[in-house]
């Protein structure tokens, strides 16, 4: 939703589609970086050990 509207706004104060895309392009690229921190190996839970 927020996106939407940020979309519109870059797009009504540039007065071009270009624009929008380079702040979308940057997320998507962290949103790449972040996702190769993620260790598959390492559970959700921790087992917990009986004092």
């Keep these: 939703m927020v996106s ?3 979309f ?3 797009v009504s104060h540039y ?3 270009t624009a929008p895309f380079v702040p ?3 997320l998507l690229a962290l ?3 972040l996702w ?3 260790d598959p190996t390492r559970p959700l839970i921790p087992e ?3 004092a």
């Design 4 to 6: 939407a509207i940020a």
């Design 8 to 10: 519109g706004t870059l």
């Design 15 to 17: 007065g071009n589609y």
């Design 24 to 26: 979308m392009a940057a």
């Design 31 to 33: 949103g790449v970086c």
């Design 36 to 38: 190769f921190l993620i």
């Design 48 to 50: 917990s050990h009986p």
